[in-house]
């Protein structure tokens, strides 16, 4: 067969297999390697916690930023959209770009900063832009009254009242209450980030108070127009703020990780285990067992030499899956038969070893968990987190591409 024969049945063979799509119903072919399963009743359940926090009129706009978490944008935006939920933050026009191609409905605010020549897709994908600062909305406002458009281009003022990251300080009151004025542009919200609503130190609590009270200070100013941005919606709660810093006058909140069941750190996810529930599990196929004698080696650098018979399997997720290579010394573990396998060796970049002798029954084809439960054992991202000195949004964002996403 030559090559030019190859190549055509090639093609053909890919056109017509049958690739699962993302978040459809779990096939035999989207779990044969390593996958995330996400739990639409966890999410749910979040949802409604969360929502139980708030304000009555207080509207949830998910941050489903960075590929939801890891989870899966298009498939947990689906979900919040059948919920009736029609806001949601992203952190870049790419990312509004996906979920629109995804059929994802309602409001898509981006809460990054967006170059001028990316202006063009806030219109064809009608996404709405954050204000980085006066410049940048003098910026949109030029766009936006360039081009011949049928209704002003909508967008959320950022106001930076500490975290000195994004948004035009809240001093410039007259600044900001200009932007309100400029000719293209439609002021739909305007909003805040706390930077340390997640401490429970004295220190913490007294920044995000004053953030919070300029942040009310700025609202009331008698420079905007009808003495309050009227039309403007005001939010300023990430997770941490809306579980710590309960507030009567927001209309909306941007919850991430505590949406997925999460939160940054272990303890903190411990604290919250009876009203959160994660929403991610990570699991993959077990490849091969293989038997070691004391003195032999698994692995690169020899890392890891058994000191007994030992039985080790290889399981087929790695570090190119979002897995931290320095798991390998954190004393982490796979789930098998309900049971704890000590990770041995380097994890590698598709692959990974596990100890298995105290597990005599795993076969080639088991499905080991990295995140999540079986049978009596559990392990959680933000404990994974810890153990490699990060924090569980960081852990969950790095879950890559190769990663099938299951809705159950
Ligand atoms: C990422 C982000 C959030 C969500 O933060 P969590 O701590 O995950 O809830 C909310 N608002 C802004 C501006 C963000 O960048």
Request: neutral net charge.
């Given at each position: ?329 954190g004393g982490a573990a796979v789930l098998l038969h309900g049971q704890r396998a000590p990770i041995i060796g380097r994890i590698c970049m598709d692959q990974l070893l596990a100890d298995v002798t105290a597990i005599p029954q795993t076969r080639p084809g088991d499905i080991a968990t990295l995140i999540g439960r079986d049978g009596p054992e559990s392990i959680s991202a933000a404990g994974l987190a810890d153990a490699c000195g990060t924090i569980t949004n960081e852990l ?13």
């Open positions: 067969m030559n090559t030019v024969e190859l190549h055509a049945i090639d093609r053909n063979n890919f056109e017509n297999s049958p690739k699962p799509l993302s978040g459809t119903a779990p096939t035999d072919a989207s779990r044969s390697r390593a996958w995330i399963e996400v739990s639409r009743d966890a999410l749910r359940h979040n949802v409604r916690y969360l929502q139980s926090l708030l304000p009555d009129h207080c509207a949830l706009m998910p941050v489903v930023k960075a590929n939801a978490y890891g989870h899966g944008a298009g498939l947990i935006a689906a979900e919040l959209n059948r919920m009736g939920i029609r806001s949601f933050c992203v952190a870049c026009v790419s990312e509004g770009i996906e979920l629109r191609r995804q059929h994802i409905s309602g409001e898509l605010l981006v809460l990054g900063y967006t170059h001028p020549d990316q202006f063009p897709l806030l219109d064809q994908y009608a996404l709405t832009q954050t204000v980085v600062d006066h410049a940048h909305a003098l910026a949109l406002s030029a766009y936006a009254c360039s081009a011949s458009r049928p209704s002003p281009l909508p967008v959320h003022i950022a106001v930076d009242t500490g975290m000195h990251r994004l948004g035009e300080p809240a001093e410039h009151a007259a600044r900001i209450g200009e932007i309100f004025t400029l000719p293209g542009l439609q002021v739909t919200g305007m909003y805040t980030h706390l930077a340390a609503a997640g401490g429970v130190d004295a220190a913490s609590q007294s920044f995000t108070l004053e953030q919070i009270n300029s942040f009310y200070r700025l609202a009331a100013q008698t420079c905007f127009p009808g003495n309050r941005p009227v039309r403007a919606r005001l939010h300023l709660q990430a997770s941490y703020g809306i579980l710590r810093y309960p507030l009567p006058d927001v209309d909306c909140a941007r919850p991430g990780i505590a949406l997925y069941g999460l939160l940054s750190n272990a303890a903190d996810t411990r604290l919250y285990a009876d009203r959160l529930r994660p929403v991610l599990s990570l699991r993959a196929r077990v490849a091969a067992i293989h038997r070691l004698s004391p003195g032999e080696s698994a692995g690169y650098d020899m890392a890891y030499t058994a000191t007994c018979p030992t039985a080790i399997a290889t399981v087929t997720i790695g570090y190119a899956d979002g897995l931290p290579r320095s798991l390998s010394e969950l964002s790095c879950l890559g591409p190769r990663l099938e996403r299951l809705a159950l």
